[in-house]
């Protein structure tokens, strides 16, 4: 008997839901120590809560907590960032933050129940090597720009020519190398330097 064929299924969202015996303690410690922001709660006291991690929702329930065999993972923009917050807030690190052969730079912490969570961000580092030659090239930017795309390197945790690489490539293929965390950076390090011009600028750049 042949079987069935299952409908394609678009889904861009999974809601992870764990059994906490009191929500509104585990509300609080979710958002003042693990950063996720408060959504809803219902009932009195709550039966359920929902959370969210940027545009992930996580939902609490009252119930036995049963952390065995049981698990979230989140993947976010920038792992070190959140970590640093966590860890300064008590929270117990399981895995410290590393760079994984499955192409995430992750780490795992556990809640005041005993679940495990997992927080990582994409590195895009797997594959077999990749064997190039890398020419030298006479390249003058604008000063404030060369200030920014070094600080925007070593956040990245990058060279300043792979930096390059990575965001010529991203802008041949029509889209952008940087995740949103990334991009929030990027505003604070434009103030920085005094970046006041917008990305049509270079047009009437005029050297003095």
Same mark, same amino acid.
């Given at each position: ?14 809601? #992870? =839901? ?5 929500? #509104?303690?585990?509300?609080? %410690? ?9 959504g809803f709660t219902w009932g009195t006291p709550p039966a359920? #809560?929902?959370?969210?991690? +940027? ?6 329930e009252r119930g036995d907590p049963n952390p065995n065999g049981? *698990?979230?993972?989140?993947?976010? +923009?920038?792992?070190?960032? !959140?970590? #640093? ?18 192409? /995430? ?13 997992? %927080? ?16 030298? !090239? ?7 720009? *060369?200030? /920014? ?14 930096? !390059? ?10 889209? +952008? ?7 929030r950076h990027i505003e604070k390090l434009k103030e920085k ?5 917008? =990305?049509? *600028? ?7």
């Open positions: 008997m042949t079987p069935p064929t299952p409908p394609q299924v678009d889904c861009d969202r999974h809601h #992870a =839901s764990f059994s906490v015996p009191d929500v #509104a303690a585990a509300v609080e %410690f979710y958002t003042s120590r693990l950063g996720f922001r408060p359920i #809560a929902g959370m969210s991690l +940027g545009s992930v929702q996580m939902f609490l049981c *698990a979230a993972y989140f993947v976010i +923009g920038n792992v070190d960032e !959140l970590h #640093a917050f966590q860890k300064n807030q008590g929270v117990e690190v399981v895995e410290a933050p590393g760079d994984r052969h499955y192409g /995430l730079r992750d780490y795992r912490v556990r809640d005041l129940h005993g679940y495990l969570l997992g %927080f990582g961000q994409y590195i895009y580092n797997t594959g077999p090597p990749l064997p190039i030659e890398r020419v030298a !090239l006479t390249v003058r930017l604008e000063k404030r720009l *060369a200030a /920014l795309l070094q600080d925007l390197a070593a956040h990245k945790r990058m060279t300043v020519h792979s930096c !390059l690489e990575e965001t010529l490539l991203h802008t041949l293929d029509g889209v +952008g190398p940087h995740t949103p965390s990334d991009l330097h005094g970046i006041d011009y917008d =990305s049509h *600028a270079s047009y009437r750049f005029v050297e003095t």
